[in-house]
């Protein structure tokens, strides 16, 4: 996240989000369509991604500002990526056309293409807002980013939950950093639980009749896990027509 990261800056400043602060331990082999995004086959991850169709996954637009995300560790939960899981090349990176980090991460989404399939199932993307992804409901985050602000990122997967705010009030929040809560975002946490640097572009998950949905792609916020500051999500039922024709067409 970039903490503004938006995941962290300890100062008051907005940064991207890079961990998660309070989390517990994903159990191996399960959310295997959290991905983490690296230079290198073997290097480490330096954000997070969702796989949302075989050869697509989806992440934050400030991921993919330069060149340097070139592969993509999928269903691993090692951050090294090298212990199990799959290591992909990526082939295509597309931000969404509204996107300017110049406008404070306005449409903070991006789609990569992958070179081959991966066998891991993905996550159902939230094409609707109802009262699953309601203000109040608890949704999920989850990498491998830092685990306190200036801290280090975590060796394993983490989770953990954070409730939804209504975007009048993240907005009043926030706004005297001189950011603005758009109808692009989505937020949610803050408490003592939260994205931090290194969870850039990572899900955000709600569950629906037992089904789990992609809401949210980690963005941005005002440090990590502060009281009465959320994170910030890239919402993803406002960038649809962005992501589905990226998407497999329905078998007729």
Same mark, same amino acid.
């Given at each position: 996240?970039?903490?503004?990261?938006?995941?962290?800056?300890?100062?008051?400043?907005? +940064?991207?989000?890079?961990?998660?602060?309070?989390?517990?331990?994903?159990?191996?082999?399960?959310?295997?369509?959290?991905?983490? *995004?690296?230079?290198?086959?073997?290097?480490?991850?330096? /954000?997070?991604?969702? *796989?949302?169709?075989? #050869?697509?996954?989806?992440?934050?637009? &400030? /991921?993919?500002?330069?060149?340097?995300?070139?592969?993509?560790?999928?269903?691993?939960? =090692?951050?090294?990526?090298?212990?199990?899981?799959?290591?992909? #090349?990526?082939? %295509?990176?597309?931000?969404?056309?509204? =996107?300017?980090?110049?406008?404070?991460? @306005? =449409? @903070?989404?991006? $789609?990569?293409?992958?070179?081959?399939?991966?066998?891991?199932?993905? $996550? %159902?993307?939230?094409?609707?807002? @109802?009262? !699953?992804?309601?203000?109040? +409901?608890?949704?999920?985050?989850?990498?491998?980013?830092?685990?306190?602000?200036?801290?280090?990122?975590?060796?394993?997967?983490?989770?953990?939950?954070?409730?939804?705010?209504?975007?009048? #009030?993240? &907005? @009043?929040? *926030? %706004? %005297? =950093?001189?950011?603005?809560?758009?109808?692009?975002?989505? /937020?949610?946490?803050?408490?003592?639980?939260?994205? /931090?640097?290194?969870?850039?572009?990572?899900?955000?998950?709600?569950?629906?009749?037992? +089904?789990?949905? *992609?809401?949210?792609?980690?963005?941005?916020?005002?440090?990590?896990?502060?009281?009465?500051?959320?994170?910030?999500?890239?919402?993803?039922?406002?960038?649809?027509? !962005?992501?589905?024709? !990226?998407?497999?067409?329905?078998?007729?």
């Amino acid at each position: 996240m970039v903490k503004f990261l938006a995941l962290a800056a300890v100062a008051a400043s907005a +940064v991207a989000q890079t961990e998660i602060v309070n989390g517990t331990v994903v159990p191996i082999g399960k959310y295997t369509y959290v991905t983490g *995004l690296r230079r290198t086959e073997t290097g480490p991850s330096s /954000c997070g991604a969702s *796989l949302v169709a075989p #050869k697509i996954l989806v992440t934050a637009a &400030h /991921c993919s500002s330069t060149a340097w995300a070139t592969f993509a560790s999928v269903g691993s939960h =090692y951050a090294n990526g090298t212990i199990d899981g799959e290591r992909i #090349k990526i082939v %295509k990176r597309t931000q969404h056309p509204k =996107y300017n980090k110049a406008s404070r991460y @306005d =449409y @903070d989404i991006a $789609v990569f293409e992958l070179e081959t399939a991966s066998k891991f199932p993905p $996550v %159902k993307l939230n094409w609707d807002e @109802d009262q !699953f992804s309601a203000p109040g +409901v608890v949704s999920w985050v989850r990498g491998f980013g830092h685990t306190s602000s200036g801290g280090v990122g975590s060796p394993v997967l983490l989770e953990t939950d954070v409730a939804i705010w209504e975007n009048s #009030k993240c &907005h @009043d929040a *926030l %706004k %005297k =950093y001189n950011y603005n809560v758009t109808s692009s975002m989505i /937020c949610a946490g803050g408490g003592f639980k939260d994205t /931090c640097q290194g969870d850039s572009g990572g899900p955000l998950t709600i569950t629906r009749n037992g +089904v789990e949905y *992609l809401a949210g792609v980690t963005s941005w916020g005002i440090g990590c896990a502060r009281p009465d500051h959320p994170g910030v999500y890239a919402r993803i039922s406002e960038a649809r027509d !962005f992501i589905e024709p !990226f998407l497999p067409k329905p078998a007729c």
